[in-house]
């Protein structure tokens, strides 16, 4: 008989009329039978609720992975028309002509970093 089955033991055979085991037997055998049901059942109850998490997880997985596919592509768009938008504006902006390095980054002079150490930031 196949192990875990939950059908009747009608097809169970008996062994030899010689060789009967005695009605201990019998009951413990029965006994262990129906504990290996029990568990069988609840092991498959496991699975089926194991399989259930999964399968909740995975849709709520997707859906986040939808929503953050939305966002990047929304994200996108923005970042596309902000460039465009630049790009329209950069020749007629004055402020973004191009500069000098010297421009960018003036020479330090000594009495610059001097005005600047001299004037108190804070009154006490």
């Known amino acids: 008989m196949a192990q875990g089955s939950d059908s009747n033991d009608a097809s ?3 062994p030899s009329p010689g060789s009967r085991p005695s009605s201990s037997d019998d009951v413990k055998k029965v006994m262990r ?12 109850m496991r699975q089926t609720q194991k399989a259930d998490s999964l399968h909740l997880e ?3 997985l997707e859906k986040e992975n939808a929503a ?13 028309y ?3 938008v630049l790009s329209s504006h950069e020749p007629l902006c004055t402020g973004l002509a191009p500069q000098t390095p010297d421009l960018l980054y003036p020479t330090h ?5 001097r005005q600047h150490i001299a004037v108190p930031h804070y009154q006490r």
């Open 12 to 14: 169970y055979k008996s």
């Open 33 to 44: 039978r129906e504990k290996n049901r029990i568990a069988a059942q609840k092991s498959r």
């Open 58 to 60: 995975s849709e709520n």
């Open 68 to 80: 953050l596919r939305k966002e990047v592509k929304q994200l996108t768009e923005e970042a596309n």
């Open 82 to 84: 902000l460039s465009s």
């Open 109 to 113: 002079q000594s009495s610059y970093h």
